[in-house]
Nanobody, 114 residues
Framework: QVQLVESGGGLVQAGGSLRLSCAAS????????MGWYRQAPGKQRELVAR???????NYADSVKGRFTISRDSAKNTLYLRMSSLKPEDTAVYSC????????WGQGTQVTVSS
């Protein structure tokens, strides 16, 4: 089992920045990749950014150049630095870990006001 706990969400004005954190614990050695996903009201969950154990990253087109995914292996923590935030970035952001099984955090709300 892998446990994921997100933090760092909140309310920010358009153009502002936030950093989300995801602390992982448990069978971390089984993780091959981790990612951030988001779900806005009335919409399907979508990939925001993903990073593999080898460090390769990919981003949704809508966040390229504005968001950066990173990890601190020593702290078993995944980050998402979000800049130039837009109202359309408003969503619940969830951390996920992928290995033999998929694991999800509880999510953290990000609200961007115009």
């Amino acid at each position: 089992q892998v446990q994921l706990v997100e933090s760092g969400g909140g309310l920010v004005q358009a153009g502002g920045s936030l950093r989300l954190s995801c602390a992982a614990s448990g069978r971390i050695f089984s993780i091959n990749a981790m990612g951030w996903y988001r779900q806005a009201p009335g919409k399907q969950r979508e990939l925001v950014a993903r990073i593999t154990s080898g460090g390769s990253t990919n981003y949704a087109d809508s966040v390229k150049g504005r968001f950066t995914i990173s990890r601190d292996s020593a702290k078993n923590t995944l980050y998402l630095r979000m800049s130039s935030l837009k109202p359309e970035d408003t969503a619940v952001y969830s951390c996920a870990a992928f290995g033999r099984s998929d694991y999800w955090g509880q999510g953290t709300q990000v609200t961007v006001s115009s």
